[in-house]
DNA sequence: AATATCTCCAACCGCGCATGA
DNA sequence: ATCATGCGCGGTTGGAGATAT
C-alpha cells in the first residue's frame, strides 16, 4: 500500500527544482562525516538544507556520490546496457549494478533518449518483432511500448511472470519459468546453419557443452565450465544478478575462449535447476556476432527442451 | 535575429515493499 | 494481524540548451 508522499507531507517552506551549488557543498560536506546508512529522513536536517529527505537521496544517489561516472556513454556501456536490458527489461536499478558508476536514472535516461529508438529502428529493420507492452511493476499511468526483439520476449514473460519475493520463497521448489522452458512449440529446425557447422548448441549451465573442432568439423563435445547453479536461489534479485552474471560471463569466455570460433550466447531460459544457455558457434571468427544482437542472431538459436 | 520545435536529463511523483511497533 | 513509516524504484515532467525554420 501506497502513501502519500513525504516532501509534500513535510509542508512548505522546503526548497525544490534544481540544486545550487550551495546545497551541494552542504550535502557533500554532511557526507564526509557520515555514511548513508543512517536514514534519509534526518539527513536534511542535521546538514542544514531546506529539502525532503527524499530529494536529498535523489540528488547524492544520482549526482553527488563518489566513483560516479559523468560523461558520456561508452559503446562498451552502451552494448551492456542494450544486453541486459533485453535480459532484464525495465529493471533500471538492477541493470545500473551491474555499470560501474552508472545510475540507474542515467541509464534510464540514456535509453529513452537514444537506445530505445535505436533498439526499434534495429527491430524495424530486421522485421522480426514485434510491439512488446513494457511490464510496468510500479507506476499507475499508462505504460509506454517498445519494440522488442521477439526472441527477448521469453525473458521478459518470464521476469514479468516472476513471483514475489514471498511468492518465490514458497515455491523454490517449483520451476520458476515452466511455462518457458516447457513450451517446446518454439523449437525450430534451422535450416540457416549450414552442415558441417557449429549451428546450434545446448549449452548447460552446470555442465557446458560445446563442440571441439578440428577444422570446420565436429568432431566431440568438450564440457568448458560449471558456473554455480544459480536457480536455487530464495531472493529473485540475487537470482537475476546471478543469472546475468552467467550470462555475461559465459558470453565473455565464449567469445573469447577458443581458437579458430567465436561463440554467442543469446539467450537463456531456466528451470529450478539448471540455467539453458543458448547460442550458436561460428567456425568465422571475423562474422563474431554480439550476444546482445537479436536480431541477426535470432535465426540462428533455438529454444531446446531437455 | 526571432521564434518554434526538439532533445536531453535532473528532479519530481506516486507506488510497492520491507520493517518495526 | 494490522498499521504506520521510510526507502527504493520506475514513470513522468519541466526547463534549459540546441537546432530548425
Redesign the pocket.
Known amino acids: 500500500?501506497?502513501?502519500?508522499?513525504?516532501?509534500?507531507?513535510v509542508g512548505l517552506g522546503?526548497?525544490?527544482?534544481?540544486?545550487?551549488v550551495e546545497?551541494?557543498n552542504l550535502l557533500i560536506k554532511y557526507f564526509q562525516t557520515h555514511d548513508?546508512?543512517?536514514?534519509?529522513?534526518?539527513?536534511p536536517k542535521k546538514a542544514g538544507l531546506k529539502?525532503?529527505?527524499?530529494?536529498c537521496?535523489?540528488?547524492w544517489?544520482?549526482?553527488?556520490r563518489p566513483n560516479i561516472k559523468?560523461g558520456?556513454i561508452s559503446p562498451d556501456e552502451e552494448d551492456l546496457i542494450i544486453r541486459l536490458h533485453g535480459l532484464?527489461?525495465?529493471?533500471?536499478?538492477?541493470?545500473?549494478?551491474r555499470i560501474p558508476g552508472r545510475?540507474?536514472?542515467?541509464i534510464?535516461?540514456?535509453w529513452?533518449?537514444?537506445l530505445s529508438?535505436r533498439v526499434a529502428l534495429k527491430g524495424n529493420e530486421a522485421k522480426e518483432h514485434k510491439t512488446y507492452p513494457?511490464?510496468?511493476?510500479?507506476?499507475?499511468?499508462?505504460?509506454?511500448q517498445l519494440i522488442m526483439p521477439d526472441s527477448n520476449t521469453k525473458m521478459q514473460d518470464l521476469l514479468s511472470a516472476s513471483p514475489?519475493?514471498?511468492e518465490l520463497e514458497v515455491s523454490t521448489n517449483q520451476s520458476l519459468s515452466e511455462s518457458v522452458v516447457s513450451n517446446t512449440d518454439d523449437v525450430r529446425t534451422d535450416s540457416n546453419v549450414q552442415s558441417g557447422s557449429p549451428g546450434l548448441q545446448e549449452i548447460r549451465a552446470s555442465r557446458i557443452f560445446l563442440p571441439s573442432f578440428r577444422g570446420n568439423q565436429v568432431s566431440s563435445h568438450s564440457e568448458l565450465m560449471a558456473p554455480a547453479n544459480p536457480m536455487i536461489e530464495s531472493?529473485?534479485?540475487r537470482k537475476l544478478f546471478s543469472l546475468v552474471d552467467d550470462y555475461l560471463s559465459v558470453s565473455t569466455e565464449l567469445s573469447l575462449g577458443f581458437s579458430g570460433m567465436n561463440c554467442s550466447v543469446s539467450k537463456f531460459s531456466t528451470n529450478s535447476h539448471n540455467l539453458y544457455l543458448m547460442g550458436s558457434s561460428l567456425s568465422n571468427t571475423d562474422h563474431h556476432m554480439p550476444c546482445g544482437d537479436q536480431s541477426v542472431c535470432r535465426d540462428q538459436y533455438r529454444w531446446m527442451n531437455t
Open positions: 500500500m501506497g502513501r502519500s508522499p513525504l516532501c509534500s507531507k522546503l526548497n525544490k527544482g534544481a540544486w545550487t546545497e551541494d548513508e546508512g543512517g536514514g534519509w529522513k534526518s539527513v529539502r525532503c529527505g527524499k530529494s537521496r535523489l540528488r544517489m544520482n549526482y553527488l559523468r558520456n532484464l527489461g525495465n529493471r533500471w536499478a538492477l541493470i545500473a549494478g545510475t540507474d536514472n542515467e534510464k535516461n540514456y529513452y533518449t537514444t529508438k513494457m511490464k510496468r511493476s510500479r507506476g499507475h499511468s499508462a505504460c509506454k514475489t519475493r514471498k531472493n529473485i534479485d
